[in-house]
């Protein structure tokens, strides 16, 4: 964690990263000159995290690659919650406190919880983000955000954006004799001009030493490695609603609290981030009507994949106001009122069932990619940076070979089936059977809450790279 002696320099420090990186992401479709040691598929915080990983262990010497798909970093996505194990793993990560301070610095700190029944009247308080250790902290920041503080972290030219993986082949990978995995990616090429409206589709073939599938709970580096069957997870059975509101006020929020109401199997939260409000919205939903859901990762025209059912802005809206009916109007209606309703994103919730196999050969997943579970428990983030971490002790130890991504997968899988099989059996109980022992803002299984709290892992040791280098 970061002394109090060296916070303030710990933050000047990430300033200047941030102001440094300015151009350090390849946008058009690059080919790939040199074989890569380790490639990372999927540029979300899982995938930067991997990264940042890899690049401490292996040096300046070794070659880390991002390929994400999207042509540009988005303002997508939801809140991400970030606690007590998120900060241990990055505390690990980088022990010096910069990549945690980062993480900090484009986020909100919490300090209290309002847990509220879903008529409103207050039931407990608590409150967080007090004490000196890594559990006592809580930081609310967005999705994109979290993206943006690690990508600016890694060096220029590691992440490459606008490349999505069409083809994975470690049969007939050979370069001088030596193993790899070939990677083909599609995407847009502008050449040298760098103009809008120049791209054309292309196609180009890197070679890996490692391949690092991150990306995400519809991975296609998981379809490609296992099939097609495994491009899917599993319905858990409950739907949800995220959305930003910017230039509004709500009456009686303050800064750094967040109102979470509760009952019914269902949950909505408020809270303020910044210069905008978060809104969420959890709730069972038929899975014979799953087809009526906007099942698009993302929500407007930059997305052109749909693994679902098309809507509108205002039929997403519609079905938000529908499902939380009961609740606190003050809420509902001012979602309606105020959303900028392009952000919405709504979406089921999914899981892949634990024991699943991570990964063979040169090859292996991470996070969502490898684990993805219910939310309910706040766990998806840090348990992807705890695998990060790992995946860079793996490296430390065997070196660019297929037995570090096998160590990576012997050490991680017990604590994180353990923890998805909890979140899966939560998320049916509360969300399907409306449960309230399973209310996830009520929990008192303190056997279970130590488990997940009390985890710490070993510092990476930099080789010839640190973040200190960095600056």
């Not at 250790?133 to 993206?147: E, G, H, M, T, Y």
């Not at 979140?423 to 209310?439: F, L, V």
């Amino acid at each position: 964690m970061i002394m109090s002696g060296h916070f303030a320099t710990v933050f000047a420090l990430v300033n200047h990263l941030l102001l440094q990186r300015t151009s350090m992401h390849v946008a058009a479709l690059s080919p790939c000159q040199e074989i890569i040691d380790v490639a990372i598929i999927g540029g979300g915080p899982a995938g930067l995290a991997a990264a940042l990983a890899a690049k401490r262990v292996l040096g300046d010497g070794a070659s880390v690659v991002v390929f994400e798909r999207s042509p540009e970093f988005l303002e997508i996505g939801g809140q991400v919650g970030l606690f007590g194990p998120a900060f241990n793993a990055l505390d690990a990560l980088d022990p010096s406190g910069i990549v945690n301070a980062a993480v900090e610095e484009a986020g909100n700190v919490r300090k209290k919880l309002r847990m509220l029944n879903d008529k409103g009247v207050l039931e407990n308080e608590m409150d967080v983000g007090v004490g000196a250790d890594s559990n006592s902290k809580q930081v609310a920041i967005p999705w994109f955000a979290l993206q943006r503080a690690l990508a600016n972290l890694l060096p220029s030219g590691v992440v490459r954006l606008g490349h999505e993986l069409t083809t994975m082949d470690e049969e007939a990978c050979s370069i001088d004799g030596e193993d790899c995995v070939a990677l083909t990616f599609k995407g847009k090429n502008d050449g040298e001009s760098n103009e809008v409206g120049t791209c054309s589709e292309t196609e180009t073939t890197c070679h890996a030493r490692l391949v690092i599938g991150a990306d995400g709970n519809l991975s296609q580096t998981r379809a490609l490695l296992f099939g097609e069957k495994e491009k899917f997870p599993s319905y858990a059975g409950s739907a949800i609603w995220r959305m930003f509101v910017y230039g509004a006020e709500f009456e009686g929020l303050e800064p750094a609290i967040m109102n979470v109401y509760t009952g019914d199997g269902k949950v909505l939260a408020i809270q303020r981030m910044g210069d905008r409000l978060y809104i969420v919205g959890q709730a069972g939903w038929p899975e014979d009507e799953l087809s009526v859901l906007d099942r698009r990762r993302y929500v407007g025209e930059e997305d052109g994949n749909d693994s679902g059912g098309r809507s509108t802005n205002a039929e997403r809206l519609e079905r938000f106001a529908k499902t939380f009916a009961g609740f606190p109007q003050d809420v509902v209606k001012f979602a309606v009122d105020h959303c900028e309703t392009a952000s919405i994103l709504e979406h089921p919730i999914y899981y892949r069932e634990p024991d699943r196999p991570w990964g063979k050969g040169r090859v292996t997943l991470l996070g969502d990619a490898a684990h993805c579970i219910p939310p309910n428990m706040g766990m998806g983030t840090p348990l992807a940076f705890e695998d990060a971490v790992s995946l860079g002790h793996a490296l430390a130890k065997h070196g660019v070979k297929s037995e570090a991504l096998r160590s990576f997968e012997a050490d991680r899988m017990e604590r994180v089936n353990t923890i998805a099989k909890f979140a899966i059996e939560q998320t049916g109980q509360y969300y399907k059977e409306k449960d309230d022992n399973a209310n996830p803002f009520k929990l008192s299984k303190v056997s279970q809450f130590e488990y997940i709290m009390n985890f710490q892992q070993d510092p990476i040791i930099p080789t010839d790279y640190g973040m200190s280098k960095e600056v």
